[in-house]
């Protein structure tokens, strides 16, 4: 605040010594310096981006540009304040001296800063790629000095601090022209397992997005609990894998089941031990309970009167 004081007290001496245009003349040289150099600055950031792009990553690109604008503007400043007359050296001494505290208030965002940097020469991935980093899966969608913000495939935005991708385990699915198709098939135990290799081959053969090289395989992995576990592997361009995957599924599935070669479901083998002797306390057969049922069923009013009239009968015959 005094520094700012003590050049509006100049700025009012400079009024009431010499007339008011020659006084605002430093400070409109200035002006002009900082609108000059800003452009000048977003010029030459443009084109560092440029050239950059033609022989390097988008990546790399984008954190020059943005290195190369800080770093102009900031040159231009300082030589807008020198045409203001003020002493840049003792500036700079109070920056340094703001820029120490700043540091120890803010060490999270000077981390992300200097991780960028490194970011920025280590290139682990660029914009538009897809990466795995930690358990966000995702296309990168912008990289800047304090986080990269990845957009994943239910459309939701993940910000991470740079600080954080240093330490992070990243996987970049974009890097290679090709991927391996992998995919876990199951026969059932019995069966033709030469039969069934070369069913699976042949469906890779005559399949339009897996690769002749290299060469696909079949890999006989486990002998599991309800079956023979098979490792069926291709490879494919990358942007065909999840195409080529489906369709390599379904092909092998309708393949075995026209070879005739089973495809297990989960079973398990359960041995019954008898622990004692067995006794059958009572047996009812199902006829008999049904008899017992009609049996005793309850007699209606009408049956009561029947019988009523019956022993009436009786009584008079006997007598």
Do not use: C
């Not at 009024?15 to 030459?44: C, D, H, K, N, Q």
């Not at 899966?137 to 913000?149: K, P, Y």
């Not at 489906?246 to 070669?261: F, K, R, V, Y």
Request: proline content about 3%; cysteine-free.
């Amino acid at each position: 605040m005094d520094f700012i004081n003590e050049q509006m007290r100049a700025l009012v001496r400079g009024f009431g010594r010499v007339g008011g245009w020659e006084a605002l003349a430093p400070y409109g040289i200035a002006l002009l310096t900082m609108i000059a150099g800003y452009v000048a600055a977003r010029s030459l950031a443009r084109a560092m981006e440029t050239l950059i792009r033609q022989t390097g990553s988008v990546h790399s690109a984008l954190i020059a540009r943005k290195l190369v604008f800080y770093v102009v503007f900031l040159v231009v400043f300082v030589v807008a304040l020198a045409n203001m007359g003020i002493k840049v050296s003792g500036l700079l001494a109070a920056a340094g001296i703001f820029t120490v505290a700043i540091g120890f208030a803010a060490q999270t965002s000077v981390s992300n800063v200097i991780s960028g940097f490194f970011l920025f020469f280590d290139r682990p991935f660029s914009i538009n790629d897809t990466v795995k980093i930690d358990t966000v899966l995702g296309t990168v969608i912008s990289i800047d000095l304090l986080s990269t913000r990845i957009r994943t495939f239910d459309n939701l935005m993940v910000r991470i601090p740079n600080e954080g991708l240093l330490k992070a385990t990243i996987t970049n699915y974009t890097l290679y022209s090709v991927r391996r198709v992998e995919i876990q098939v199951s026969v059932a135990y019995g069966s033709d397992l030469k039969k069934t290799r070369e069913t699976i081959l042949g469906v890779m053969d005559r399949h339009r997005l897996i690769l002749d090289e290299p060469a696909p395989a079949v890999i006989f992995d486990i002998l599991a609990d309800s079956g023979v576990n098979l490792l069926v592997r291709g490879w494919a361009e990358r942007v065909d894998y999840i195409t080529a995957r489906s369709e390599l599924t379904m092909g092998i599935h309708d393949a075995l089941n026209a070879a005739e070669i089973n495809i297990p479901f989960p079973q398990r083998v359960v041995h019954l031990e008898q622990v004692g002797p067995w006794r059958v306390e009572s047996y009812v057969a199902k006829e008999e309970l049904e008899l017992e049922e009609e049996i005793v069923e309850p007699v209606s009013d009408d049956a009561d009167e029947e019988i009523e009239e019956i022993d009436i009968q009786t009584d008079e015959t006997m007598v």
